[in-house]
């Protein structure tokens, strides 16, 4: 045993413990509830298929749908096994940018940005932005409040829940649009669809969703695993359609405690909806969303247009012009001591505190041994607190060489968390210098269903050829 | 809330997703510097703090910081709570002054395997819980005086007289070659 005649000693004696949780833990916690395998599970049973819809329309609306309505309807589609197959990513939709012109506005509707992707809105603000009619609740179960309404112009949703999240019913209403998307909700081939009496309709009843099941360990770059119908999964969903419009509703107990209504009393909700403002009634309070600040990251505000910035700063700011269309510009920022100007694209754009994102910085490079993003040193955590104008990675990072418009970038994934170095791959750095200017692109984000990264080297790369 | 803060919210999962891949590693270090192990049981204890802070994340607003710090009491509570039910080991007066007992792995056994980092944990756990707590956010965790002070509501010159004083009966205890 090394001999400590200085306490000083300790502190290299403590940077060598090395502590990191093991495989049984990662492999714990890819189910977890925030992950998009939990996600994916509690909204198995939420969503809705089109092809249902087109059924079920065809049936309401046309002479000969009437005629065949006299046959029970089939909202749920059983897939051949009780497994689904892994997500496959979703490909990146690219935008051309004019750089200094608004950004388009991205997918999300108007109503969402207006009520929240979280639900805000009451029920009468949301009917008073919609052309159909919205029901709700007509008697809230116990235990639960309305927390809020939200949507899109062809959809609502109401939510209901008891103040935890742990437990609710979600609605979703929508008039019939024949859209593909809106039915064919897939369920396990052993799951036991119910046709129930909804009023004077008839709808489905099912309980139960598909559960996560990891198919091998996984690491921080591959997670493999596959969707399991499970009847013991607390959820139960009811679909009908009633006066040309679709209705969903779902209810979850993520805690397993047996607090779901039986089928019959969740039968009598769904036959219950009402016109009358049962949820303006209720005492509870929703906390109010407080004023959303412009985005901070990492200690920097990005306050500033691009033209502010590139006022201030004194050099001509470059703009991507391409950027997958889930990106929008935040804002700029200028750090007059280190002269850079950042500019920051987050996804999605609902809520500016939303950390998603890549980051574009710049710097003149007028004395090299003072360009903060011109430098990419190997070290550990002691000379990233020592370092100031380099850019400290661990030895044991992966530094690609990359070309951007025919100069050679540098490319490598992770951060530091602490002491530690992470090799997260959600988390990736380009940097690159050209034209008397030192750049570095940087995302920060997560890897989605598919276990892949949204924006991957080659869509930093593209960004980093676009800028003008 | 300081507008030059970052401002985390934690109700989406895509949000608190990126939470927990920013401080699982910390949480991880500190709830094992406070328990010494074993590994299954700090991970077991790591990921209770987690589906616990899930569940309650809509009563969390703040800053970052804020975040993690209001994540790590919420695994420190279940430390006490593990203590509590199971009495796994004994809680330690925060008595600086007092030599504590024996490791109960003797610094022969640990000289031996070579274990130094090992003896230094062994050791961890023998400090008052206040002690122990402030070591492991300097050394393990890598915080500033001034973070650990926030966080534990400690006067900054206080954290840095308990570092010293803690280091230095770590050295008294620390078996020299007579030993």
């Not at chain 1, 004077?200 to 119908?229: C, M």
């Not at chain 1, 005492?283 to 006022?311: D, H």
């Given at each position: 045993?090394?001999?400590?005649?200085?306490?000083?000693?300790?502190?290299?004696?403590?940077?060598?413990?090395?502590?990191?949780?093991?495989?049984?833990?990662?492999?714990?916690?890819?189910?977890?509830?925030?992950?998009?395998?939990?996600?994916?599970?509690?909204?198995?049973?939420?969503?809705?298929?089109?092809?249902?819809?087109?059924?079920?329309?065809?049936?309401?609306?046309?002479?000969?749908?009437?005629?065949?309505?006299?046959?029970?309807?089939?909202?749920?589609?059983?897939?051949?096994?009780?497994?689904?197959?892994?997500?496959?990513?979703?490909?990146?939709?690219?935008?051309?940018?004019?750089?200094?012109?608004?950004?388009?506005?991205?997918?999300?509707?108007?109503?969402?940005?207006?009520?929240?992707?979280?639900?805000?809105?009451?029920?009468?603000?949301?009917?008073?932005?919609?052309?159909?009619?919205?029901?709700?609740?007509?008697?809230?179960?116990?235990?639960?409040?309305?927390?809020?309404?939200?949507?899109?112009?062809?959809?609502?949703?109401?939510?209901?829940?008891?103040?935890?999240?742990?437990?609710?019913?979600?609605?979703?209403?929508?008039?019939?649009?024949?859209?593909?998307?809106?039915?064919?909700?897939?369920?396990?081939?052993?799951?036991?669809?119910?046709?129930?009496?909804?009023?004077?309709?008839?709808?489905?009843?099912?309980?139960?969703?598909?559960?996560?099941?990891?198919?091998?360990?996984?690491?921080?770059?591959?997670?493999?695993?596959?969707?399991?119908?499970?009847?013991?999964?607390?959820?139960?969903?009811?679909?009908?359609?009633?006066?040309?419009?679709?209705?969903?509703?779902?209810?979850?107990?993520?805690?397993?405690?047996?607090?779901?209504?039986?089928?019959?009393?969740?039968?009598?909700?769904?036959?219950?909806?009402?016109?009358?403002?049962?949820?303006?009634?209720?005492?509870?309070?929703?906390?109010?969303?407080?004023?959303?600040?412009?985005?901070?990251?990492?200690?920097?505000?990005?306050?500033?247009?691009?033209?502010?910035?590139?006022?201030?700063?004194?050099?001509?700011?470059?703009?991507?012009?391409?950027?997958?269309?889930?990106?929008?510009?935040?804002?700029?920022?200028?750090?007059?001591?280190?002269?850079?100007?950042?500019?920051?694209?987050?996804?999605?754009?609902?809520?500016?505190?939303?950390?998603?994102?890549?980051?574009?910085?710049?710097?003149?490079?007028?004395?090299?041994?003072?360009?903060?993003?011109?430098?990419?040193?190997?070290?550990?955590?002691?000379?990233?607190?020592?370092?100031?104008?380099?850019?400290?990675?661990?030895?044991?990072?992966?530094?690609?060489?990359?070309?951007?418009?025919?100069?050679?970038?540098?490319?490598?994934?992770?951060?530091?968390?602490?002491?530690?170095?992470?090799?997260?791959?959600?988390?990736?750095?380009l940097r690159w210098q050209a034209n008397g200017m030192a750049f570095e692109l940087k995302y920060f984000g997560f890897m989605d269903a598919s276990g892949t990264v949204p924006i991957s080297k080659a869509d930093l790369v593209a960004i980093a050829e676009s800028l003008k | 809330m300081d507008p030059l803060v970052r401002s985390t919210r934690l109700s989406r999962p895509a949000d608190f997703s990126a939470f927990y891949e920013r401080t699982h590693l910390s949480l991880f270090r500190y709830l094992y510097g406070l328990t010494g192990g074993p590994q299954?049981?700090?991970?077991?204890?790591?990921?209770?703090?987690?589906?616990?802070?899930?569940?309650?994340?809509?009563?969390?607003?703040?800053?970052?910081?804020?975040?993690?710090?209001?994540?790590?009491?919420?695994?420190?509570?279940?430390?006490?709570?593990?203590?509590?039910?199971?009495?796994?080991?004994?809680?330690?007066?925060?008595?600086?002054?007092?030599?504590?007992?024996?490791?109960?792995?003797?610094?022969?056994?640990?000289?031996?395997?070579?274990?130094?980092?090992?003896?230094?944990?062994?050791?961890?756990?023998?400090?008052?819980?206040?002690?122990?707590?402030?070591?492991?956010?300097?050394?393990?965790?890598?915080?500033?005086?001034?973070?650990?002070?926030?966080?534990?509501?400690?006067?900054?010159?206080?954290?840095?007289?308990?570092?010293?004083?803690?280091?230095?009966?770590?050295?008294?205890?620390?078996?020299?070659?007579?030993?």
């Open positions: 045993m090394n001999t400590i005649s200085d306490e000083n000693q300790f502190d290299a004696l403590f940077a060598r413990i090395e502590l990191a949780p093991g495989e049984r833990f990662y492999r714990r916690m890819k189910g977890a509830a925030w992950t998009p395998a939990g996600v994916a599970r509690r909204r198995a049973i939420g969503a809705t298929g089109l092809t249902l819809l087109l059924v079920v329309a065809f049936l309401a609306f046309t002479p000969q749908g009437r005629a065949l309505a006299q046959v029970v309807i089939h909202f749920f589609t059983r897939t051949a096994t009780d497994s689904l197959p892994v997500p496959t990513a979703v490909p990146l939709t690219w935008v051309d940018i004019t750089p200094g012109a608004p950004l388009p506005t991205s997918t999300p509707q108007a109503l969402f940005r207006e009520c929240g992707d979280f639900p805000k809105c009451s029920v009468e603000q949301i009917r008073s932005r919609v052309n159909f009619p919205v029901l709700e609740l007509g008697r809230i179960p116990a235990g639960m409040h309305f927390l809020g309404a939200t949507g899109g112009p062809e959809r609502i949703y109401l939510l209901y829940d008891n103040g935890k999240l742990t437990y609710g019913v979600a609605l979703t209403e929508e008039p019939w649009t024949g859209s593909s998307d809106m039915i064919q909700q897939q369920v396990g081939a052993s799951a036991v669809v119910e046709t129930v009496q909804v009023g004077d309709v008839t709808g489905e009843y099912i309980k139960g969703g598909f559960s996560t099941r990891l198919l091998q360990a996984p690491t921080f770059n591959e997670v493999h695993f596959s969707q399991v119908w499970d009847d013991k999964v607390g959820l139960e969903s009811l679909h009908w359609l009633k006066d040309g419009i679709f209705y969903s509703m779902s209810a979850w107990d993520d805690d397993m405690d047996n607090v779901l209504l039986d089928k019959d009393a969740f039968v009598a909700l769904a036959a219950g909806l009402t016109t009358e403002p049962v949820s303006a009634r209720q005492t509870y309070v929703p906390p109010t969303a407080t004023p959303v600040p412009p985005v901070t990251f990492e200690g920097t505000t990005y306050i500033l247009s691009v033209a502010e910035a590139r006022q201030q700063a004194g050099f001509d700011v470059l703009e991507p012009s391409k950027l997958p269309d889930v990106l929008s510009l935040a804002g700029a920022a200028y750090d007059p001591e280190q002269h850079i100007v950042r500019t920051f694209y987050i996804e999605p754009p609902l809520d500016p505190r939303v950390t998603f994102g890549v980051r574009l910085s710049q710097q003149p490079i007028q004395d090299p041994s003072a360009c903060n993003l011109c430098s990419l040193v190997r070290g550990d955590y002691g000379d990233v607190l020592t370092q100031k104008n380099s850019l400290v990675v661990s030895p044991d990072a992966v530094i690609e060489e990359v070309q951007i418009s025919g100069v050679t970038g540098q490319y490598f994934v992770g951060q530091w968390n602490g002491p530690a170095w992470v090799p997260y791959s959600s988390v990736e750095t | 299954e049981e700090v991970e077991d204890l790591t990921a209770e703090s987690f589906s616990r802070a899930w569940r309650a994340r809509r009563n969390f607003e703040g800053s970052d910081p804020a975040a993690l710090g209001w994540l790590m009491k919420i695994g420190r509570r279940l430390v006490i709570d593990a203590y509590r039910r199971r009495k796994v080991r004994p809680v330690m007066d925060d008595a600086l002054g007092e030599e504590v007992p024996a490791a109960e792995t003797s610094p022969e056994d640990l000289v031996q395997s070579g274990a130094d980092q090992e003896y230094l944990m062994s050791l961890l756990q023998r400090l008052p819980e206040e002690t122990r707590e402030i070591l492991v956010l300097r050394y393990l965790l890598g915080w500033p005086v001034n973070q650990i002070g926030t966080y534990l509501e400690i006067p900054e010159n206080n954290v840095s007289a308990i570092i010293h004083r803690a280091l230095s009966r770590l050295r008294r205890q620390w078996p020299d070659e007579e030993k």
